[in-house]
């Protein structure tokens, strides 16, 4: 299985962006995915999650600016971001969690998209 994010670049403070997450391979079922941020010389922390039934989760800094979405059928999930900040600048990161045709569940992170935002 793979994860590829795409969207990541260089914007303006209050510009916006649209990040998109394509898992492909042995999946049976997509599970919870989440968008995750690592600033430099910091943790990864997560940003926003979206459950099967789509249930969303923001972390407290970005709710009101940014939506988590996902299409099923296409093993998609976006992250659009509006009203970017300096403080939005890192690597941004998918995971996905899902079941294979093995009836395994499991996880897979892609390779990160760099979002910078000046002031």
């Known amino acids: 299985v793979q994860v590829v994010e795409s969207g990541g670049g260089l914007v303006q403070a209050g510009e916006s962006l649209t990040l998109e997450c394509a898992a492909s391979?042995?999946?049976?079922?997509?599970?919870?995915m989440g968008w995750y941020r690592q600033a430099p010389g910091k943790q990864r922390d997560l940003v926003a999650s979206?459950?099967?039934?789509?249930?969303?989760n923001y972390a407290d800094s970005v709710k009101g600016r940014f939506t988590v979405s996902r299409d099923n059928a296409k093993l998609m999930m976006f992250l659009q971001m509006n009203g970017l900040k300096p403080e939005d600048t890192g690597v941004y990161y998918c995971?996905?969690?899902?079941?294979?045709?093995?009836?395994?569940?499991?996880?897979?992170w892609g390779q990160g998209t760099q979002v910078t935002v000046s002031a």
């Open positions: 995971r996905v969690d899902y079941t294979n045709w093995g009836s395994l569940e499991q996880t897979r």
């Open positions: 391979g042995s999946i049976y079922e997509l599970n919870d």
């Open positions: 979206i459950n099967s039934n789509g249930i969303t």
